[in-house]
């Protein structure tokens, strides 16, 4: 099955503790990127990279880091979480960025 | 910039009443548009798509949308909403670099019985 799958879905932490954020799709797409959902902002981008060795910063980069040491894997990095960082965050990959994107299950992030 | 405004933060529709969910964007050039739907707790999955040709497209779980330039506009539409079409909508559009999809902020719907 078609997937893009994150890890993981729930994680509460304290500020300043560094945590990653897995990602990993099946379906060998060149474009991942990750996004920030919250209420009354809708989603807004963070990273993305076009391939692997290959990434960039989205409109909200502050605070995080990304690595594309392989094409299905896009891991999202956070050195030292601060409480403005408490979101809903989706992974998403598609063959190019603007055709349809396939989106994981979510990962909810609260730091306090 | 691009932008992407959907206008109704929530909507409340009878059961198998119509829908319209309204999307208006900015772009210069020839969109290629998006409506996401995202249930609770769920991740996003994409209703349609339109790239060029026919402004009406088809999508999943009986749900359309009409492209229409003049306008700006990419209204989501469903001739009868069911229950289970409760949930958040999102109209996206990609930028102009490719290397992103710009969301509005949502529209959630519920749906009375």
């Not at chain 1, 993981?8 to 797409?29: A, D, E, F, W």
């Not at chain 1, 063959?95 to 730091?111: I, P, S, Y």
Request: aromatic content about 12%; charged content about 20%.
């Amino acid at each position: 099955e078609a997937q893009v799958t994150q890890n993981p879905r729930y994680l509460i932490t304290v500020t300043g503790k560094k945590l990653t954020v897995t990602c990993s799709q099946n379906m060998n797409h060149e474009y991942m990127s990750w996004y920030r959902q919250d209420p009354g902002l809708g989603l807004r981008q963070i990273y993305y990279s076009m391939n692997v060795e290959v990434t960039d910063k989205g409109d909200v980069p502050e605070g995080y880091k990304v690595s594309r040491k392989e094409k299905r894997n896009f891991p999202l990095i956070l050195e030292s979480p601060s409480p403005n960082q408490t979101s809903l965050y989706f992974c998403a990959s598609s063959w190019r960025m603007n055709t349809e994107a396939f989106f994981g299950q979510g990962t909810r992030l609260t730091v306090v | 910039a691009q932008s992407v405004t959907q206008p109704d933060i929530h909507i409340t529709v009878s059961e198998g009443a119509s829908l319209e969910l309204r999307c208006n964007y900015s772009y210069g050039a020839t969109p290629y548009l998006f409506w996401y739907v995202q249930s609770p707790g769920q991740g996003l999955q994409l209703l349609l798509k339109y790239f060029s040709g026919d402004t009406l497209v088809q999508g999943i779980k009986g749900f359309e949308a009409e492209f229409k330039r003049s306008q700006s506009s990419f209204n989501l539409r469903k001739p009868s909403v069911h229950w289970s079409d409760a949930a958040e909508y999102f109209c996206a559009v990609a930028d102009q670099a490719g290397t992103a999809l710009i969301f509005g902020k949502g529209t959630t719907l519920s749906v009375s019985s």
